[in-house]
């Protein structure tokens, strides 16, 4: 059971591979039910989101080696991490996300939060010297 600080390599999983909650919450939805095929509908459904926003969710998630195509030709996919390595990962979020859950959020939500923050701050007005 995980306790305490979140371990450095999972921090810096999280922040480099996990881009909202949404997608947090559909990959954990997807690794507890891994032998089952998932489609926007399903996600939307489950996660209280638009199904537009569940497709492109599913489509990002496999583009970043999350999920594969459960059946050619469709748009169904299964939890189906490209390695070992990110199955252990995204394990160890599960662990951490059990225990620690407002840990693991607050660093989800902080990253999005500090993305806003930059962008706003590209566009602030500075008085010329």
């Given at each position: 059971?995980m306790?305490?600080?979140?371990p450095?390599?999972l921090?810096?999983?999280?922040?480099?591979?996990i881009?909202?909650i949404?997608?947090?919450?559909?990959?954990l939805?997807?690794?507890?039910?891994?032998?089952?095929?998932?489609?926007?509908?399903?996600?939307a459904q489950?996660?209280?989101i638009?199904?537009?926003?569940?497709?492109?969710?599913?489509?990002?998630?496999h583009a970043?080696?999350?999920?594969?195509?459960?059946?050619s030709?469709t748009?169904?996919?299964?939890?189906?991490?490209?390695s070992?390595?990110?199955?252990?990962?995204?394990?160890?979020?599960?662990?951490?996300?059990s225990?620690?859950?407002?840990?693991?959020?607050?660093?989800?939500?902080?990253?999005?939060s500090?993305?806003?923050?930059?962008?706003a701050d590209?566009f602030?007005?500075?008085k010329?010297?």
């Open positions: 059971m306790r305490g600080p979140l450095d390599e921090t810096r999983f999280i922040l480099t591979s881009a909202s949404p997608h947090l919450e559909a990959i939805l997807m690794r507890n039910e891994d032998s089952s095929a998932w489609d926007g509908k399903r996600v489950r996660l209280y638009g199904e537009k926003t569940a497709d492109d969710l599913l489509s990002s998630l970043a080696g999350f999920l594969a195509i459960a059946a030709g748009e169904q996919y299964c939890y189906q991490p490209v070992d390595e990110l199955r252990a990962m995204v394990d160890q979020l599960a662990e951490a996300y225990t620690n859950l407002m840990d693991v959020t607050h660093l989800v939500h902080s990253k999005t500090t993305r806003a923050q930059q962008f590209a602030k007005w500075r010329e010297p």
